[in-house]
């Protein structure tokens, strides 16, 4: 009895590590892929804004799930010197859907010269990303990007790691509960044995 027992707390260690192992490395492997490709002023997509000079850059993207984030370089268009005192706003349009948003970008002590954003883009369609700089060199604006967001698929790389985790979280429970009743026929076919030995 001890002996089964063990077998069954035995699996069920095993499985709470597998959970566990799985929920680790779900993050991890989207850090290691982020530090894979920093962001640097050499890519993106150069405009001018007023008297700034802005090149956009896209970090992140699932535009299958609307989700969109963008870091902003901002330098004074006539000097190329760092812009750390800008308000950053940035507008979506989708004329099809007849919807806008608007989002605002923020930089940091550490970094004064990248003014970063997140945005979700709540419907399908084209969308157009407008971006007004105003700061002590003046205002402007510009139309910075046009994104389309499919109709395909609507779920995100981490929903679909919650899906997975959840998938396996269910079969481990499954098998456990199996274990335990094949144990427990088991247990009660050689109590009938014993029994009609002793008669």
Do not use: C
Request: hydrophobic share 50%.
């Amino acid at each position: 009895m001890k002996i089964r027992m063990t077998s069954i707390k035995l699996r069920i260690t095993s499985l709470a590590v597998l959970v566990l192992a799985l929920l680790l490395t779900a993050p991890l492997s989207s850090v290691f892929a982020q530090q894979e490709d920093p962001v640097g002023t050499h890519r993106g997509v150069n405009i001018i804004a007023g008297p700034h000079a802005v090149r956009v850059v896209m970090v992140n993207s699932n535009l299958a799930a609307g989700f969109l984030q963008i870091a902003l370089f901002i330098t004074d268009a006539s000097t190329g010197a760092t812009v750390a005192d800008a308000r950053v706003v940035l507008m979506a349009n989708n004329e099809d859907q007849d919807y806008e948003g608007w989002a605002t970008a923020h930089n940091s002590p550490a970094l004064p010269e990248r003014y970063d954003v997140r945005m979700n883009l709540g419907s399908t369609g084209e969308w157009i990303i407008d971006i007004e700089v105003s700061s002590s060199l003046g205002r402007g604006g510009a139309t910075a990007l046009t994104l389309v967001v499919p109709a395909l698929n609507r779920y995100t790389s981490g929903s679909l790691v919650f899906f997975a985790i959840f998938g396996v979280l269910m079969l481990g429970i499954a098998y456990i509960v199996w274990s335990a009743k094949r144990e427990n026929r088991r247990r009660r076919l050689a109590e009938q044995v014993e029994t009609q030995a002793d008669l």
